[in-house]
């Protein structure tokens, strides 16, 4: 396994491998990886000659006050973990690479990065959509490995790399749980014992819905109310948005049909924890 850190070294390795016909797998992170980025790099790793995992927290995707200064960043425990499960590749530059000194160019996916998570996190998926653009210029990688956890930034990148001809395809993973039904997620480290006992309200209250659907609820609105009860009954829990949207395009439903999106946002104490869950009728 090679650690990179220079965007011209990770071009060059890459356009190497590629010369030789090979195929390449690529996941990107923020690193302290878990099981879930685990399972993007297995199914990497089973599909591809070669597997690319990049690590970087990446600074503009953080408004000014969010985490990004204690973001997690186990170095050595993730190179442990990539290098175990066969990854080939390990880029992870740093942020004055990314962004070099009079750095002006953003990528934005007009609208979709305005809904849900877009309203109060502005600029945020103006941060993801750039830098993925940039490390889809530098890995070129034939299918990129995205996780539902984070179901509206898979849909704002299917979007850009459809719209800005990037010849990629992308393979979306499902969400990977504890047994207790919490999404893993980098940020989990935040909650103290109580509130990741909280904090399960979420994905409670996603099977809820789920139930409520297959029990025939179709009215959005009743769906929203129900879960809001349920998670309202947590002290420690903030409701930031409950949105139930076409899956492809993140337009609000009325009536549940189709492919729809079941997708929270939910404060517990000071940590934001979104969830969600895709109900296809
Ligand atoms: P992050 O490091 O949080 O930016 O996530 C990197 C990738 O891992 C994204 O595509 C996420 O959607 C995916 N991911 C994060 N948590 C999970 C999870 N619990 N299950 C599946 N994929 C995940």
């Known amino acids: ?34 099981e879930g980025h685990l399972s993007l790099i297995r199914r990497a790793r089973k599909d591809n000659d070669i597997v690319v995992v990049s690590i970087f927290v990446n600074p503009a995707q953080f408004a000014p006050g969010e985490d990004l200064k204690k973001y997690p960043r186990p170095v050595s425990q993730d190179i442990a973990l990539c290098r175990k499960a066969g990854v080939d590749f390990i880029f992870s530059p740093s942020p004055k690479d990314i962004y070099p000194e009079g750095f002006k160019t953003y990528v934005s996916v007009d609208g979709l990065d305005r809904v849900l998570c877009g309203k109060s996190r502005p600029g945020h998926f103006r941060g993801v959509a750039t830098v993925v653009a940039k490390l889809l210029n530098i890995v070129w990688p034939d299918v990129i490995y995205l996780g539902q956890k984070d179901a509206q930034q898979a849909v704002i990148i299917k979007r850009m790399v459809e719209d800005l001809n990037f010849p990629a395809s992308i393979r979306i993973m499902p969400t990977v749980r504890e047994k207790s039904g919490l999404a893993l997620s980098s940020r989990n480290v935040y909650l103290n014992i109580k509130e990741k006992e909280d904090a399960l309200v979420l994905s409670k209250s996603l099977n809820l819905a789920s139930l409520l659907i297959k029990g025939g609820l179709r009215d959005a609105g009743r769906l929203t109310k129900r879960i809001r009860e349920l998670i309202s009954k947590k002290k420690s829990a903030k409701v930031d948005y409950i949105a139930i949207v076409n899956a492809d395009d993140l337009e609000p439903l009325n009536k549940i049909k189709g492919s729809c999106l079941i997708a929270l946002a939910v404060r517990i104490g000071k940590t934001r924890l979104i969830d969600n869950v895709l109900v296809k009728i």
């Open 1 to 34: 396994m090679k650690i990179i850190t220079r965007p011209a070294a990770m071009f060059k390795a890459v356009m190497a491998v590629k010369a030789k016909g090979k195929s390449v797998g690529f996941v990107p992170t923020m690193g302290a990886l878990h």
